[in-house]
T-cell receptor, first 119, second 114 residues
Framework: ETGVTQTPRHLVMGMTNKKSLKCEQH?????MYWYKQSAKKPLELMFV???????ENNSVPSRFSPECPNSSHLFLHLHTLQPEDSALYLC??????????????????FGPGTRLTVT | AQSVTQLDSHVSVSEGTPVLLRCNYS??????LFWYVQHPNKGLQLLLK??????LVKGINGFEAEFKKSETSFHLTKPSAHMSDAAEYFC????????????FGKGTKLSVKP
């Protein structure tokens, strides 16, 4: 399996609940990502963290709140979700440049995902 | 802007026959390209990557892909399909920025018949 773990693997929550997804990477990477994978839609990038700083937020609703306390851990806090938020949420990590000189792209390593169902 | 188009949403082959999964990309510069595989209820696994070195890239599990700039293609092939190859395959391009964010195709589901 990969060096990226996610918990829980499955989560069922009501629209008024608050829950959190956790991701941990053991690969020494400096960048971490949250993706949403819905049926019949391309993988959607949600958030990017580089050296613990959020560098991208792809117009994600505020009911999704990321947290990156260090370069090995990433959380996605969920509250007042909608049924259409049901999906597979994937975490990934990679090496990234500092944004100063490099344009190299480094492959991303994915966790197994959390299957979220909002009722 | 960078983009990828996977030309087939579903490909079905018989075990032991060749596999061809087609991908075209659009990029304003020399891109980094990847193929990922996703087995049911699993995360994505990197099969192979192209980053402007050799145009024929070999990956894991006998897969390979050829970068053809003139055709803007990066098709994935395997000489002989195995039942365990049944999965969804994603063609991916880097967005070219220093962040190296990835842009995913819609995926091709590969079925392998016995």
């Amino acid at each position: 399996e990969t060096g990226v773990t996610q918990t829980p693997r499955h989560l069922v929550m009501g629209m008024t609940n608050k829950k959190s997804l956790k991701c941990e990477q053991h690969l020494g990477h400096n960048a971490m990502y949250w993706y949403k994978q819905s049926a019949k839609k391309p993988l959607e990038l949600m958030f990017v963290y580089n050296f613990k700083e959020q560098t991208e937020n792809n117009s994600v609703p505020s009911r999704f709140s990321p947290e990156c306390p260090n370069s090995s851990h990433l959380f996605l806090h969920l509250h007042t979700l909608q049924p259409e938020d049901s999906a597979l949420y994937l975490c990934a990590s990679s090496h990234q440049g500092t944004g100063v000189t490099t344009s190299d792209s480094y492959e991303q390593y994915f966790g197994p995902g959390t299957r979220l169902t909002v009722t | 802007a960078q983009s990828v188009t996977q030309l087939d949403s579903h490909v079905s082959v018989s075990e032991g026959t060749p596999v061809l999964l087609r991908c075209n990309y659009s990029s304003s510069y020399s891109p980094s390209l990847f193929w990922y595989v996703q087995h049911p209820n699993k995360g994505l696994q990197l099969l192979l990557k192209y980053t402007s070195a050799a145009t024929l890239v070999k990956g894991i599990n006998g897969f390979e892909a050829e970068f053809k700039k003139s055709e803007t293609s990066f098709h994935l092939t395997k000489p002989s399909a195995h039942m365990s190859d049944a999965a969804e395959y994603f063609c991916v391009v880097s967005d070219g920025g220093s962040q190296g964010n990835l842009i995913f195709g819609k995926g091709t589901k590969l079925s392998v018949k016995p």
